[in-house]
Antibody, heavy 115, light 108 residues
Framework: QVRLVQSGAEVKKPGASVKVSCKAS????????IHWVRQAPGQGLEWMGTIHPSGDSTTYAQNFQGRVTLTRDTSTSTAYMELSSLRSGDTAIYYCARDWELGHWGQGTLVTVSS | SSELTQDPAVSVALGQTVRITCQGD??????VSWYHQKPGQAPILVIYGKNIRPSGIPDRFSGSSSGNTASLTITGAQAEDEADYYCNSRDRSGNLLLFGGGTKLTVL
């Protein structure tokens, strides 16, 4: 079955960077886009961007342009989301999800930004 | 880009029918996906494309669209349907995903 397993919770200081991983299994990794979505405490879902694992093409939401970098490692079927220049407003749960329908989601990774 | 607008909260009596709507200019040409999310859990896809339910989603969930408004209908709402519901779709360029602000459904 399709599984997306994300890395564990992180605590970062303002100005630092965080890199979250999303390991895929149960399907051919290079076939489907991986999207990243975040959810601040008590708030709604916010799309951050997407990467196609086969050719490494990426598209980012305007709100995150210049601060987020999506990458992948096809040898381990793992996608990565790196967010830089962290601020308190970046405290959120970060999810990866498969393909444009977002039919399969990772369990989420809590990133806390605090001094 | 454009926005997707959802009512913040909707309630329904147990066993009755409820419609949750999502409005946006891009919806005239783009399909909408719907998700429900319970506290502490990741969202779950319930409808995508032209009213397609993923495996395991009960048939009381259905989707429709007219003009710039998409709807998720739950026919015979159950207590376990109480959750936050989100819509999303691609923007006009087809390159970006947009989310609605979410609707909190209460089953009375």
């Amino acid at each position: 079955q399709v599984r997306l397993v994300q890395s564990g919770a992180e605590v970062k200081k303002p100005g630092a960077s965080v890199k979250v991983s999303c390991k895929a299994s149960g399907y051919t990794f290079t076939t489907y886009y991986i999207h990243w979505v975040r959810q601040a405490p008590g708030q709604g879902l916010e799309w951050m961007g997407t990467i196609h694992p086969s050719g490494d093409s990426t598209t980012y939401a305007q709100n995150f342009q210049g601060r987020v970098t999506l990458t992948r490692d096809t040898s381990t079927s793992t996608a990565y989301m790196e967010l830089s220049s962290l601020r308190s407003g970046d405290t959120a749960i970060y999810y990866c999800a498969r393909d444009w329908e977002l039919g399969h989601w990772g369990q989420g990774t809590l990133v806390t930004v605090s001094s | 880009s454009s926005e997707l607008t959802q009512d913040p909260a909707v309630s329904v009596a147990l066993g009755q029918t409820v419609r949750i709507t999502c409005q946006g200019d891009n919806l005239v040409t783009s399909y909408v996906s719907w998700y429900h999310q319970k506290p502490g859990q990741a969202p779950i896809l319930v409808i995508y494309g032209k009213n397609i339910r993923p495996s395991g989603i009960p048939d009381r969930f259905s989707g429709s669209s007219s003009g710039n408004t998409a709807s998720l209908t739950i026919t015979g709402a159950q207590a376990e349907d109480e959750a936050d519901y989100y819509c999303n779709s691609r923007d006009r360029s087809g390159n970006l995903l947009l989310f609605g602000g979410g609707t909190k459904l209460t089953v009375l």
